[in-house]
């Protein structure tokens, strides 16, 4: 009767956890993919052609459903997905979010041997997509997409599949920028060389002129292309009346430019112009390094993802699919079993049992009866149901959460600590220049413009912004290695100053999989089992409900035989059930002239029900929510060194007792939230100066979510809808969240050690400058020695707090 | 030493050529993916004709 724990499947073929639910009878496997690939090498040694046949025999078959995918047929719908489309051929591209191995490549990839029609499919690993050609009058649309959901990838449609394709094109565009700068910089480099060499010029004018010339043609892409990220920031924050961080070096780059101009039309030097090409090369790997993020994941959902395209409508006693965004107030529908109700309706026809777990946070499914009102974000369990629409999409309960403020405008952008730091190294620069320059008016004017760009140019604050990118870029990258996807790299500052941090219960700290039931005692019979259930189903109480949908007793049918049910509030309740008294409820309440004992305290195992049938006490059942892993452990140390832990659940009470003892007095619980008072919560932290983080993972939550200084979702697969937010965790990390905020206290500290240093370097520098001695060779060794011994300084460091936080 | 002059803008002409491959790399999406290529290059596969078909099943 034991659950058995998911990490104790392993998939036999790639390794990987898995659930165990697709297995071949002796061995389990993370995916369709993978068996087939076990099956085939395992019966041929070799994978080959005649065995490829074999799964072109593979028919839908089970609990699957065939129509569920039919409204991509909608030559409406369907015009949004395809990608190009003629007489023969079809190309489209789905999201498929089960794709996580390499035989998961290897089954998509030759889908046309399973069905003919299919001419080529492509898998982009990255972002978990499949372009498909087939041919076009061979093969449905939704034919495809239901193949693709029988091997094991259901296709993920939403609204949002046309949104990626820009994001793309500006990170080609960032990495064609590091190229050319790249090419340039050591072009250059490798033309001043022989100029570093030779102390007073060389000594051929012509070689000199032509090197010069050359560095200079290769310096004009720097400038007007790989730089021109840097001038727009500079001017849009110039704009704003705000000397942002990207200001003085853009500057920098400016003046550098203008004298190695100046120097070379006038041959009066060689200018600066392998310094400036390093820099913004350097600058725009940093830049790079951070924007790397993963592909996969998306922080930006919102309702629309959650909710299916389209849904089966019935008019005039016929069946078309609607797009869910031009259903109307009277129209009929049919929700089936595991779908989501679209928008507020009226239940019409049949039997409603409602998951609202993800919308509320309730974790058990409410049964409606017909008439009443069943709310958008329900999925319903069970069979099919019709519904008649109230109110549509936009307005309905659950998506009115997203008129709120919140919504409305983008998180406000509190300046990172590296802004006002840059602000007051400017303003320093500025005055060792300004005094550099009234000393040489006073001894050396012809000295005076070239201390002043000698000092702009050697010092700019690269090292500054270098320092913040390459900490901020690596500590992203060894989130993404733990697990936890960050939306960009400033949400690290915040999360390390955060003083509090609210979790949600239902899915996150709980895990998904519902609740555990465990039988201690007298083993009953099947009919005893039955009636047992019967009196279960009889009671609104949360336990009782649990109880009664018990999946070792899904078989049992209950019986009508029922008299004299009574239900004591506190206590429990009896029923004449076939000629025995049931009693189901407390200890003192069921078992009152029992003689057992339990020995073990109630308390630490979860909420019990006892049971005794015609008086005789016969056993307890013990109820837990399965909490994920470590999670308290976890909390417990988030308590000791780091923050305030609040507790908000959309459930109810019943498990108070165990939280309370799990957690600590000192931690604040509240049951029975509803979305908006997780917001409020949230803004009353912050209306007392507490920087907050929330960890949710429900629509629920998204509003919180939304609220906090930092919203981190917690999903069990990354695939999963998962609401707007700042960070994406996966659930088996939350046992390291200790960790993975002490990590991003750490950046702060990694990034001002490796500011310290970086003042030294300019300080050697303005040495130079201000005597009006900079010559290229000192910029040109000073400049990549800083640069990159500042990337290996934050880099070690980072990895250095990794470890001892015991991450990845 | 004018010799070095031409060297220099030869060289120049075969770095820009390695340049306008990696610009044309990166239009063809060569860094969009970078696990499924080194997964599908062990697939060793020919795509089934009749032939084959007929040569195993004589």
């Known amino acids: ?808 | 030493m004018s010799v070095i002059i031409i060297l220099i803008i030869a060289s120049l002409f075969v770095a820009s050529g390695f340049l306008f491959a990696f610009i044309w790399s990166v239009y063809k999406g060569q860094y969009e993916d970078d696990i499924s290529p080194s997964v599908r290059m062990l697939f060793d596969d020919t795509p089934p004709s009749d032939s084959t078909l007929n040569s195993q099943n004589p």
């Not at chain 1, 008086?615 to 452990?633: N, P, S």
């Not at chain 1, 010559?775 to 000073?782: C, D, E, Q, T």
């Open chain 1, 1 to 808: 009767m034991i659950v058995k724990a998911y990490s104790d499947y392993v998939c036999i073929h790639c390794g990987e956890s898995c659930n165990g639910k697709i297995n071949n009878g002796m061995y389990s496997f993370c995916c369709e993919g993978c068996m087939q690939v076990y099956l085939l090498i395992s019966e041929t040694d070799v994978c080959d052609v005649e065995q490829m046949q074999k799964l072109a025999g593979i028919r839908p078959k089970g609990r699957f459903v065939q129509d569920k995918w039919n409204y991509l047929d909608e030559p409406t719908i369907a015009r949004k997905l395809v990608n190009y489309q003629d007489s023969k051929h079809t190309h489209i591209q789905f999201s498929l979010p089960q794709m996580h191995c390499s035989s998961c490549i290897w089954l998509l990839e030759h889908l046309g041997r399973i069905n003919g029609a299919v001419v080529s499919s492509k898998v982009d690993f990255d972002k978990k997509e499949i372009v498909v050609v087939y041919g076009t009058d061979k093969l449905k649309l939704s034919e495809l997409a239901a193949l693709l959901d029988y091997i094991g990838y259901p296709p993920a449609v939403s609204y949002k599949d046309n949104e990626k394709k820009e994001t793309q094109q500006s990170n080609r565009n960032e990495i064609i920028r590091i190229g050319v700068a790249g090419f340039c910089f050591s072009n250059i480099m490798m033309l001043s060389f022989p100029d570093y060499l030779a102390s007073d010029g060389l000594d051929e004018k012509l070689l000199e002129h032509v090197f010069s010339y050359l560095s200079l043609g290769l310096a004009i892409p720097v400038f007007f292309y790989a730089a021109s990220p840097f001038f727009i920031q500079a001017w849009k924050g110039l704009r704003q009346k705000w000397l942002n961080i990207d200001s003085p070096i853009a500057f920098a780059i400016l003046v550098t430019f203008l004298r190695s101009i100046y120097e070379i039309t006038t041959d009066s030097g060689t200018g600066y112009l392998d310094s400036m090409s390093g820099i913004v090369f350097f600058m725009l790997v940093g830049r790079w390094f951070q924007l790397k993020t993963q592909n996969a994941v998306s922080f930006e959902r919102d309702y629309k993802s959650y909710f299916p395209m389209s849904t089966l409508v019935i008019k005039d006693g016929m069946r078309q699919y609607k797009t869910i965004d031009k259903l109307d107030k009277g129209d009929q529908i049919l929700v089936r079993n595991q779908e989501l109700i679209p928008a507020d309706s009226i239940l019409k026809k049949g039997q409603a049992l409602i998951d609202y777990s993800f919308v509320t946070g309730e974790n058990e499914p409410v049964p409606a009866v017909q008439g009443s009102l069943v709310y958008a974000g329900g999925k319903q369990l069970g069979t099919g149901i019709e519904l008649e629409v109230v109110r549509t999409v936009s307005t309905s309960h659950l998506t009115r959460l997203w008129n709120n403020d919140v919504f409305q405008h983008n998180k406000n952008k509190e300046e990172s600590f590296i802004h006002p730091w840059s602000y007051y190294f400017s303003i320093g620069l500025f005055s060792v220049a300004i005094i550099a320059a009234i000393y040489w008016q006073m001894h050396d004017p012809t000295k005076t413009w070239k201390a002043i760009t000698s000092v702009l140019i050697v010092a700019c604050p690269c090292s500054l912004l270098l320092s913040a990118t390459f900490t901020f870029g690596n500590l992203m990258r060894i989130f993404g290695r733990n697990d936890m996807y960050l939306k960009n790299a400033n949400v690290i500052e915040k999360m390390g100053d955060a003083d509090v941090v609210v979790f949600d219960k239902t899915g996150t700290l709980t895990s998904s999989s519902g609740s555990a039931i465990q039988y201690e005692g007298e083993v009953l019979t099947e009919e005893e089992m039955l009636k047992v259930k019967t009196i279960a189903l009889q009671s609104n109480h949360p336990l009782s409900k649990i109880l009664s949908s018990w999946s070792e007793w899904d078989s049992l049918k209950e019986t009508d035989d029922i008299h004299g049910f009574k239900e004591i509030p506190g206590k429990g309740m009896e029923a004449n059930i076939g000629g025995s008294i049931i009693k189901l409820g407390n200890h003192g309440y069921t078992w009152e002239e029992s003689l057992i004992e339990y020995t073990k305290g109630e308390s630490d195992e979860g909420a019990v029900i006892y049971v005794s049938i015609d008086g005789k006490a016969k056993g307890r059942f013990i109820l837990q929510q399965k909490y994920r892993e470590g999670v308290f452990e976890a909390i417990y140390q988030i308590k000791r060194s780091i923050a305030a832990i609040h507790v908000l659940s959309g459930d109810n009470s019943w498990e108070e007792g165990y939280l309370r003892h799990r957690l600590g007095n000192d931690t604040i619980l509240k049951f029975g939230q509803s979305p908006q008072e997780k917001l409020e919560h949230i803004q009353s932290l912050q209306k007392n100066g507490h920087k907050v983080i929330m960890i949710g993972d429900g629509l629920n939550d998204a509003g919180a979510l939304q609220q906090s200084n930092v919203g981190i979702s917690v999903t069990d697969l990354s695939n999963h809808f998962t609401p707007a937010c700042d960070a994406i965790l996966s659930g088996k990390q939350m046992s390291k969240l200790d960790g993975l905020f002490n990590l991003s206290k750490a950046g702060k500290a990694i990034v001002a050690a490796s500011f310290a240093l970086s003042i030294v370097y300019n300080i050697v520098g303005l040495s130079f400058a201000t005597k009006a001695l900079l010559s290229p060779l000192v910029a040109a060794i000073l400049m990549p020695v800083s640069s990159i011994s500042i990337i290996l300084l934050v880099t070690l460091l980072g990895n250095l707090v990794a470890r001892r936080e015991a991450l990845k």
